[in-house]
């Protein structure tokens, strides 16, 4: 599904990013793209996070977290499920966390999103997988290929469509 982000949203999405990334200076993002910056990588995890939030139309507020965000949550849905939200900076690259721990997944689904193809700031929210999904098709990768760069993953085509996550969440909770 695709998000649409107007040129004033990205605006508010930059800014919150640098509101964020000000406030965890000198902690560093754990890059796999290591030629961009930590305040992009902070834009594009906002711009994830955000898209999800106006996709089930909830406000959206940002949590600046001076050391990262310690794997809480991104968001609750109605249902009071949490969410996860995975923005990769390139279409068809996988959930990924940031260690072998399987632990690093603490929601009940997590939703991967991608740069859609219609805009320069649209995202593709690409579909969404439960806790029990993820660990059952979860594998290492080392993307970095360096010590210490394994990461669980799982591929896209283990998501389910946000369709059926969006009937299920407003159905569950009207």
């Given at each position: ?6 040129e ?5 999405i ?32 906002i ?17 600046p ?10 968001l609750?849905l ?86 059926e ?7 569950d909770?009207?």
């Open positions: 599904m695709i998000v649409p982000i107007t004033g949203e990205a605006w508010q930059w800014k919150w990013a640098r509101e964020r990334q000000s406030r965890k200076k000198p902690h560093t993002s754990k890059k796999i793209v290591t030629y961009r910056d930590d305040l992009s990588i902070h834009y594009d995890g711009k994830g996070e955000y898209a999800v939030h106006k996709l089930f139309c909830l406000p959206y507020h940002p949590r977290r001076e050391s990262g965000d310690k794997n809480a949550p991104d609750w109605p249902t009071g499920e949490s969410v996860q939200v995975k923005y990769r900076s390139k279409r068809g690259w996988q959930f990924l966390l940031t260690s072998t721990d399987p632990d690093e997944f603490t929601a009940d689904i997590g939703i991967l999103c991608w740069p859609a193809e219609t805009g320069p700031e649209d995202v593709e929210v690409v579909g969404w997988i439960s806790r029990d999904d993820f660990l059952r098709h979860a594998v290492t990768v080392n993307h970095i290929n360096k010590p210490g760069g394994e990461r669980l993953a799982v591929d896209p085509d283990h998501f389910h469509p946000m369709q996550l969006l009937i299920r969440v407003y159905r909770a009207a």
